[in-house]
């Protein structure tokens, strides 16, 4: 079985090119069927969960061509009413699965998705979702381990979100763009992975207003062209090479992004004492010879700080000066994460939704299990700032959203490698001073 073996306990420097936003490109790769005309999608990341979506496009008889290991050309062009039905065992496993609700039922009034898997963080409920089918004249049901939404005709509604949903909003804003009339989405999510799908969908010929705020207005078309589209950078991608300088004492500039994605993440490791540099689309983090100090955070919706960011954040925290305290209010399981960390050394203690984190010197060494994407990144992180060697297994959720993760690390100085057995992890270990 893969894993990631490592030496850590000095200082990385150096660039890294972040590529295209994971979660931009599912919404978009689910967006480009509702066009019978072909889609030419650039900047996306070959990482697991994208490979999944375009495996569930072809299987439902989307025309899937893969130009590079980035850019891609889909059309929905021969994609039929009597087969809009999503289910396999690979996209059982990622969340985003539902994006094909939202663009089958906008383009063919009818879909039939398996429900969503993913990373077991919390309870991910797709109520606002329905919610939102239902508005616009959709039947939804959900049986056997499959939601199935259906109408003869979609109309556009006044619809509220009772909670802040990134999945909902994009989900709903898609079926929208082609119900007749117009909608209006309020108490929409603002990531900029919506605002994302939202310039997708019209330049596709769309008609959607205020996608980013908390009000967003949809007058419905009746069919959508084709369009060349760039995903946007990956927001928290970034975010952890940014918390990785910090963690390990480096100097680190992520190059390909839009620093005020990045504002939340930034503010925060400025805050306890690293020196952040913006440029036009780059941001340097510098944590050298730093004394770190610590901190408070809350994970809110954009612009607030990521909850996706959490672990990476709490790696920092850990060994930063003092008591901090991180309240997560978005998902109720993001602290799995915290018994790995303990093999390390980390005193960290939870208390339901609040984790406080004692400041230690530094980690030491332990081979550990990825519980999920982020954490299992974050344990990453903290691999490569302790002293002396660590495994991670289960690494194969962290490849779910990381592409080339150890390359681009290596890159920047870090000592470690992909193994599957125990004879090469010997060889590493043998290998490295």
């Not at 955070?297 to 790696?315: E, H, R, S």
């Amino acid at each position: 079985m893969e894993r990631f073996v490592m030496k850590g306990g000095h200082p990385l420097s150096g660039d890294v090119v972040i590529g295209g936003a994971k979660n931009a490109s599912l919404g978009v790769l689910a967006a480009a069927v509702m066009a019978d005309e072909g889609c030419l999608i650039e900047n996306m990341p070959d990482v697991r969960d994208t490979n999944v979506m375009l495996q569930a496009i072809e299987g439902i008889g989307g025309i899937v061509e893969r130009i590079d290991a980035h850019t891609v050309r889909i059309s929905g062009a021969a994609i039929s009413k009597d087969n809009t039905i999503v289910d396999d065992e690979f996209i059982r496993k990622i969340r985003a699965s539902y994006y094909l609700l939202g663009a089958l039922l906008g383009k063919y009034k009818k879909a039939i998705v398996a429900l969503p898997g993913g990373c077991d963080i919390g309870s991910r409920p797709i109520d606002q979702h329905i919610k939102g089918f239902t508005a616009l004249g959709a039947k939804v049901s959900i049986g056997h381990g499959m939601i199935t939404a259906e109408a003869e005709r979609l109309v556009g509604a006044h619809i509220y979100m009772d909670v802040v949903s990134v999945g909902a909003t994009i989900n709903v804003m898609m079926a929208a763009a082609l119900a007749e009339g117009r909608t209006i989405i309020e108490n929409a999510a603002k990531e900029p992975h919506i605002v994302d799908v939202a310039n997708f969908l019209n330049s596709m010929g769309a008609n959607i207003k205020g996608a980013g705020t908390d009000v967003i207005r949809i007058k419905g078309v009746e069919s959508f062209h084709g369009s060349n589209y760039a995903i946007i950078p990956d927001q928290i991608e970034a975010g952890t090479f940014m918390t990785l300088a910090a963690a390990t004492r480096g100097d680190i500039t992520v190059r390909n992004v839009i620093p005020k994605h990045l504002e939340a993440i930034s503010a925060k490791l400025a805050e306890i004492g690293c020196t952040i540099h913006e440029y036009d689309d780059a941001v340097r983090v510098d944590a050298r010879d730093r004394v770190l100090k610590n901190t408070q955070i809350k994970t809110l919706p954009y612009p607030g700080f990521p909850t996706d960011m959490q672990p990476q954040m709490a790696v920092v925290m850990a060994l930063s000066e003092g008591t901090s305290i991180i309240t997560e209010s978005i998902f109720e399981n993001r602290f799995r994460y915290v018994d790995e960390l303990a093999r390390m050394g980390a005193k960290i203690q939870v208390e339901g939704n609040t984790a406080i984190i004692t400041g230690i010197n530094g980690y030491t060494g332990a081979d550990m299990v990825a519980p999920d994407l982020r954490a299992g990144a974050a344990l990453v992180i903290a691999g490569l700032a302790a002293d002396g060697y660590s495994a991670i297994e289960n690494i194969e959720l962290i490849q779910r959203g990381y592409e080339h993760f150890e390359t681009k690390l290596q890159d920047l100085g870090a000592q470690i490698s992909l193994v599957d057995n125990d004879k090469d992890e010997q060889k590493f270990k043998l290998k490295v001073v």
